[in-house]
Nanobody, 122 residues
Framework: VQLVESGGGLVQAGDSRKLSCVSSGRTFNVMGWFRQVPGKDREFVSAIRWGTGSTYYAKFAEGRFTVSRDNAKNTVYLQMNSLEPEDTALYYC??????????????????WGQGTQVTVSS
């Protein structure tokens, strides 16, 4: 699966930003969003099951972030609201056939995008 993220940029605290990830290639059943800052491990943000539309969120994302998909466009979105400086990171989308495996574990995903930087200024 080839994954291409877009939508990152520089925003101010309190602003919103919508990330997109277009997929092509093999099929998969889960697409996830992760983020990473230098010196830290990749952190789970959100995930969505492609078939059922079931969604999952990290604690910090609940109520602020919304993951969605457009099957026709093979695209998954991450709408981020009320952004905080702590949300500054390189955001990656990932795809995999997880079955019942844990969606929040980065090692369960086979394919990754190149990442898109989100910087939130205070």
């Amino acid at each position: 699966v080839q994954l291409v993220e877009s939508g990152g940029g520089l925003v101010q605290a309190g602003d919103s930003r919508k990330l997109s990830c277009v997929s092509s290639g093999r099929t998969f059943n889960v697409m996830g969003w992760f983020r990473q800052v230098p010196g830290k491990d990749r952190e789970f943000v959100s995930a969505i099951r492609w078939g059922t539309g079931s969604t999952y969120y990290a604690k910090f994302a609940e109520g602020r972030f919304t993951v969605s998909r457009d099957n026709a466009k093979n695209t998954v979105y991450l709408q981020m609201n009320s952004l905080e400086p702590e949300d500054t990171a390189l955001y990656y989308c990932a795809a995999g056939n997880l079955g019942f495996r844990i969606v929040s574990m980065a090692s369960n995903y086979a394919d990754w995008g190149q990442g898109t930087q989100v910087t939130v200024s205070s």
